[in-house]
């Protein structure tokens, strides 16, 4: 089979999902978490090749990020303190609206339910007028949720509502929960299958909270994101980096999110893997030196602007042309996008299924203020699989303000500049007898206004001789003379430029990536469609060959040994199937395990030490020696050699399933 | 230098335990977790060294354990629900004994203060007796946590009495809380420091708990190791397995544990990377296939006869003896005594501070029938890094006994064998009737019978025409005559045996090991004791290369960059340091860092293209074309080579630091 056919034959059968999942639990890629005990939602473990499919992926993320950049990987704990999360605003900010029947005790995610009921009065209207409901592609979030609606009921619905309706739905991700709630009263929405009333929508925090220590006071989270455990370090890190930007680090880890209802599987759960950088820079040069090395790939955009104008119709063109026309806003957030295309091509993504879609306003998390996403087409719809979030300098400085810290870059000027600003100075010898031991807190607090406080105070000072503050932790208010302070405007000759740098952020959902991955890689052989395949790019597949004695002849057996032994020095994770079953079978079930290779040992390889090797999806086979064969797979596995070309020295060979 | 002279010059200076930690800190292998926000006791982050060597040591353990003997690695969540947890034993015994002051409110662990009063106690009457107290080896434990004992007051006890104190001391893993509560109030044990009164010891659940789900009602904690979720995907393995016994899961992931009150850096932590293996094998065969591999390594053992007989004198063999003298139980135990030795010694333990520890009767975990710890030697005592423990069939049979879901192996017997025993025949048709929706129940209840019950619930049967059972979540007790079931004793003969397979446990704490071995690869040039060196095997080091321009000329610049991009397509970790101060203080600094080798970029390089290499130990240094010198480094680093071997083609090259 050639290059086409074999493209050809990969599109010949209409995808299957309930199939392909059948295959991904049964070959044990994952399955629900404590099983046994019934299974808890949002909650999966994976078995060996799942395992060894998402080792794989993270071993070529650090690759292609952390080691080609030289970014700085850390890893930062996963249990965190209040006080950490407060400040972030993930406390205040990071949930959904949940809305609890009173009868039942079920509960609901607002805007899914708003969204569902809705959708099904739309459909039950169009009967009702006689019009088929064509099927939509439905968006992510829909298709993967249990439907709650479960009968669609035919009744015409008035011209003026059904608008309405429709305006709603295009709007509903960016509704707060008063507005959700407002929608449920004003459209009569209720628990869509007994139509009851629900309880107003609360917001439901979607940390998992824990106590740390035996006291049970410090109140902690399980991390949302590894981000804030790199922020917390960056002047580690920058210190580490020798006080040089632009720098990013890197982290690779487990975070957690308590969804209200998971359900769909990989897509979205309560445990997940997340790969994320934090690259710091010079908010005044997003410029990026290896730029020249991505902006001639063409990708597909769906900017803000189509979205908001109501159209999904995607843009094609160069990053260069993105960035030049500024629909990426800079150079770094453009070199991130392309390197997170190259990524997610190099492991498996089909890159005619990949798109970059900004955020619109209001959809945005609360620390960014610019997002692209890159969005994966799959049977449930096109999923966001990572995010490449401008957080600006939102973290660094919340940290800073609360916990008074400097989380600065302090660069060379060029050419010194003069800088006029207000200086406050103390004469500290009298804080000490006045203050005792608040005198440190009054301190800091006053070395830490800012030139506005400080531009009105400088004015109440003089005009009063005195000025007033409140400081929190120091009951009523503190008043100091001008013995105590002076603040003046100053200009002073500066050498060196002192900023908090913003953050770029690609963020990525490892398990969301795997399981698209999975169904772009999925086909069925054309000639026998029970016959699945997981066409894995040879560098992540959980195993790389399967080693096939032709029979359970004694005879067959140290060479297969040899051979082993070899693979297992070569450092190529390989199985061995010496099972009875005909080779045919062996090898079909390796398709639904994706191994890209298949080493056949016969009693020829026991005379001349030559075997033959098989590759998956052409189903050609090539005969040489042991090591021309290893050679060959080493090539084409971890070097991108093509096919045709690593094994141009070896012998084709007529397929044994063929005779 | 020769590998003599390097060993003497590492011996040399005496160990600096805090010149040391100030490295870790300042080159920030680690760091206390959100220090920022004051940091929160027992959470510790990896900075970039310390991520890349933990990265390093599990990669290689990866490939020593899990493809070298083609383990099935899973990946499983840490969220676990209450009810595995309760069944596995953990709600109920995992946890620790604390005793608080009701006055200040502090928390203390009851065996940590009963033991460091009475050794406070003794030491002082050593002094009042005039007996210096010679420095004894601590335990870990007993260093590892700041002293709560400020002051030693000399004051002389009954001889009577120092005898039941050092009685108290040998027994001190061994007591109960109620036991602990005893000693505190006969010998009138308080607070160190004020002397008041605590509670009675309490036992402090060591798993941290959650609620998952919207909720709140479903109780779960994080998993404290790795273990479970390998039992619980037992059966999904050995289908994955092709039902085929021994065979080994394997997991690498993070657990928890709420310490009471964690102290000394990396050894003692609330969070912490775990690398488990569980291996399912035959009670009636515990022989290994492989054990001819490891039968010659002579190691040090620490077994339990002699710890009880009050002696530390460890015993050296190999390990083929100590299984012959049963000494370690069987050979599968053996063989992965020896397999995490050869792991161990490869990624930079000191084998002479490496001892194998069997625990004594009383120390053993609720699960565990046999244990030998590896326990390695550091500055804070003998650390247990790697326990291998015989859970026995503790875990499976627990949780199919919960779950009624059968855990075993069906193993083909060579010649079929004859058995009888008891059987239950449900006439299934009279159930539905009678029991309605609790139908299911019952007769799962019934079916799953022990052969004692059945022989007993025979007897009444045949005696009266009925039995009665009280079975779990149905009220009222259940009444069956003989129309309902039959029990009877059958002979039948049997083809396949059924058993549930026994588990060996080898389990590491990947934190503790690499803090033993900062402290084993530790030392301080004789020349310059100011000057630490890690000497990390290169395989394991952080980075493996510091590239090092010799001045910040711009004709050094292209080739600087030729040899980078060489190294980082041959997949090599290394790191530019093209800072403008001394070749020797950036050699230096990278000592700090662990970095096995040089790479010197002069004049010449530009001209002829040579380079020099430098190994970090001897300071020798060698030159050759870049080709040649990156061959040198992957030899070293990656095939095991040794240094003299894998430069013997390269040219000696007079020191740049020594002119």
Same mark, same amino acid.
């Given at each position: 089979m050639s290059v086409e056919e074999i493209q050809k034959a990969k599109q010949a059968v209409e995808f299957n999902r309930e199939q392909l999942e059948g295959i991904l639990r049964g070959r044990f890629f994952y399955a629900p978490a404590f099983d046994l005990y019934g299974g808890v939602s949002g909650l999966y473990d994976y078995g060996p090749p799942g395992c060894a499919f998402q080792a794989n992926?993270?071993?070529?993320?650090?690759?292609?990020?952390?080691?080609?950049?030289?970014?700085?990987?850390?890893?930062?704990?996963?249990?965190?303190?209040?006080?950490?999360?407060?400040?972030?605003?993930?406390?205040?900010?990071?949930?959904?609206?949940?809305? /609890?029947?009173?009868?039942?005790?079920? !509960?609901?995610?607002? +805007?899914? %339910? &708003?969204? *569902?009921?809705?959708?099904?009065?739309?459909?039950?209207?169009?009967?009702?007028?006689?019009?088929?409901?064509?099927?939509?592609?439905?968006?992510?979030?829909?298709?993967?949720?249990?439907? /709650?609606?479960?009968?669609?009921?035919? !009744?015409?619905?008035? +011209?003026? %509502? &059904?608008? *309405?309706?429709?305006?709603?739905?295009a709007k509903i991700d960016g509704?707060?929960?008063a507005e959700l709630g407002e929608l449920m009263v004003k459209y009569d929405i209720g628990n869509p299958v007994t139509g009851d009333k629900l309880e107003p929508p609360k917001a439901f925090n979607l940390m998992f909270e824990t106590a740390i220590g035996p006291s049970g006071q410090l109140k902690g989270y399980l991390r949302p994101e590894t981000a804030q455990g790199q922020f917390l370090n960056f002047n580690k890190l920058l210190e580490f980096n020798n006080g040089k930007t632009p720098f990013a680090s890197a982290s690779i880890g487990k975070s957690f999110r308590n969804e209200i209802s998971p359900r769909a599987g990989l897509l979205r759960v309560r445990e997940f893997l997340m790969a994320e950088i934090e690259h710091f820079v010079d908010p005044l040069d997003k410029s990026h030196p290896k730029f020249h090395e991505v902006k001639d790939i063409t990708l597909t955009f769906l900017p803000r602007g189509v979205q908001e104008s109501g159209s999904t119709v995607p843009i094609t063109e160069?990053?260069?042309?993105?960035?030049?026309?500024?629909?990426?806003?800079?150079?770094?957030?453009?070199?991130?996008?392309?390197?997170?295309?190259?990524f997610l091509t190099k492991i498996g993504v089909d890159p005619k299924r990949l798109r970059f879609r900004q955020h619109m306003g209001n959809e945005m998390a609360h620390y960014a203020t610019d997002c692209w996403d890159a969005e994966l087409q799959t049977s449930y719809g096109w999923i966001e699989c990572v995010g490449c979030a401008d957080r600006s300098a939102f973290d660094l400085t919340v940290h800073s303000q609360k916990t008074k810290e400097k989380m600065v870059v302090r660069k060379k000027l060029e050419t010194p500049i003069e800088v006029t600003k207000f200086e406050i100075d103390l004469t500290k010898k009298l804080f000490g007898p006045k203050f005792r031991k608040d005198a440190p807190k009054v301190e800091s607090f006053l070395l830490n206004l800012s030139q506005e406080d400080l531009k009105t105070k400088a004015k109440e000072l003089a005009d009063s001789g005195k000025v007033t503050f409140t400081i929190e932790g120091i009951e009523g208010d503190v008043e100091l003379d001008d013995k105590f302070i002076?603040?003046?405007?100053?200009?002073?000759?500066?050498?060196?430029?002192?900023?908090?740098?913003n953050v770029i952020e690609p963020s990525f959902g490892i398990g969301r990536i795997i399981y698209a991955i999975f169904e772009h890689s999925f086909w069925n052989r054309p000639e026998d469609v029970a016959r699945g395949v997981l066409s894995f790019p040879p560098l992540v597949a959980p195993s790389k060959v399967l080693l096939v004695p032709l029979s359970n002849n004694k005879e067959l057996q140290p060479i297969t040994k040899q051979v082993?032994?070899?693979?297992?020095?070569?450092?190529?994770?390989?199985k061995v199937d010496d099972s009875g079953v005909s080779i045919g079978k062996r090898y079909s079930r390796n398709d639904e395990l994706g191994t890209p290779f298949g080493v056949t040992i016969?009693?020829?390889?026991?005379?001349?030490?030559?075997?033959?090797?098989?590759?998956?999806?052409?189903?050609?086979?090539?005969?040489?020696?042991?090591?021309?064969v290893i050679k060959a797979i080493k090539d084409v596995t971890y070097q991108g050699v093509a096919w045709d070309e690593a094994t141009k020295d070896l012998t084709p060979f007529v397929s044994q399933e063929a005779k």
């Open positions: 992926v993270v071993d070529v993320w650090r690759k292609h990020f952390v080691l080609e950049e030289s970014m700085l990987e850390v890893d930062c704990t996963m249990l965190t303190p209040y006080e950490v999360l407060k400040t972030s605003g993930h406390v205040d900010k990071f949930s959904d609206w949940m809305c /609890k029947d009173p009868k039942t005790g079920e !509960i609901f995610r607002a +805007d899914h %339910i &708003v969204e *569902e009921v809705i959708e099904a009065r739309l459909k039950g209207d169009k009967e009702a007028r006689g019009i088929a409901a064509h099927p939509v592609e439905e968006s992510a979030d829909k298709k993967k949720r249990k439907k /709650k609606v479960k009968e669609i009921k035919a !009744i015409k619905l008035d +011209d003026e %509502i &059904v608008k *309405e309706y429709e305006v709603i739905l509704f707060s929960g160069t990053i260069e042309k993105a960035v030049a026309t500024k629909m990426i806003d800079n150079e770094t957030l453009g070199y991130f996008i392309g390197r997170i295309y190259l002076k603040i003046e405007e100053k200009t002073k000759v500066e050498h060196v430029r002192e900023y908090v740098p082993s032994d070899i693979l297992r020095k070569s450092e190529i994770p390989f016969d009693f020829d390889s026991v005379t001349d030490g030559s075997v033959t090797l098989r590759e998956r999806d052409s189903t050609k086979q090539v005969r040489g020696s042991v090591e021309a």
